[in-house]
T-cell receptor
Framework: GAVVSQHPSRVICKSGTSVKIECRSL??????MFWYRQFPKQSLMLMAT?????????EQGVEKDKFLINHASLTLSTLTVTSAHPEDSSFYIC?????????????FGPGTRLTVT | GENVEQHPSTLSVQEGDSAVIKCTYS??????FPWYKQELGKGPQLIID?????GEKKDQRIAVTLNKTAKHFSLHITETQPEDSAVYFC?????????????FGAGTRLAVHP
């Protein structure tokens, strides 16, 4: 299967600072990437859909000014959590789509554990 | 919009037994149904998927069945091993706001006891 990497795997930051998480597709080009958030023992919550070269589409209830997404190339998408607060602490996971509709597959990165103190 | 329900939420089996996880979906237009395995502290791993033009798919000890009429699909794991212990998520494709995305079930925590 396709490989998706994320960096960093774990980050601790102080309240009020910003954190950037990188997501890369290592062996394929991804025109569409997704960012999810996952709370302990819960399912995956889609935050936004990112298409290369265009603005991200955010899910209802997700603050686009707080969670900045940039999909600058076919292999890289970034999520920046701006002015982080303790309630932003969570497990953030990116995902990349391989192939075209309807014969696509979706692969996930290893996740980033964000802790805001 | 699409809704995916997954049962059971927890499943405990003895090593060597079979495990079955079931999901139902609401959108008849859904045409792609992947299954993911997530181990603690890691991202979900795609283990098998099925498309709406197929009724069953098998990969070694793992199989998935799809009943389009009833709008449900199931994951079957045979000869379970302790390393199969993880959380399993089903998903169904959905078209929303012009974008195709996956809707996930709530997850099933599988424990395989030696």
């Amino acid at each position: 299967g396709a490989v998706v990497s994320q960096h960093p795997s774990r980050v601790i930051c102080k309240s009020g600072t910003s954190v950037k998480i990188e997501c890369r597709s290592l062996d394929f080009q991804a025109t569409t990437m997704f960012w999810y958030r996952q709370f302990p023992k819960q399912s995956l919550m889609l935050m936004a859909t990112s298409n290369e070269g265009s603005k991200a589409t955010y899910e209802q209830g997700v603050e686009k000014d707080k969670f900045l997404i940039n999909h600058a190339s076919l292999t890289l998408s970034t999520l920046t959590v701006t002015s982080a607060h303790p309630e932003d602490s969570s497990f953030y996971i990116c995902s990349a789509r391989v192939g075209g509709f309807p014969y696509y597959e979706q692969y996930f990165g290893p996740g980033t554990r964000l802790t805001v103190t | 919009g699409e809704n995916v329900e997954q049962h059971p939420s927890t499943l405990s089996v003895q090593e060597g037994d079979s495990a079955v996880i079931k999901c139902t979906y609401s959108d008849s237009a859904s045409n792609y149904f992947p299954w993911y395995k997530q181990e603690l502290g890691k991202g979900p791993q795609l283990i098998i998927d099925i498309r709406s033009n197929v009724g069953e798919k098998k990969d070694q000890r793992i199989a998935v069945t799809l009943n389009k009429t009833a709008k449900h699909f199931s994951l079957h794991i045979t000869e379970t091993q302790p390393e199969d212990s993880a959380v399993y998520f089903c998903a169904a494709s959905a078209l929303s706001g012009g974008y195709n995305k996956l809707i996930f079930g709530a997850g099933t925590r599988l424990a395989v006891h030696p």
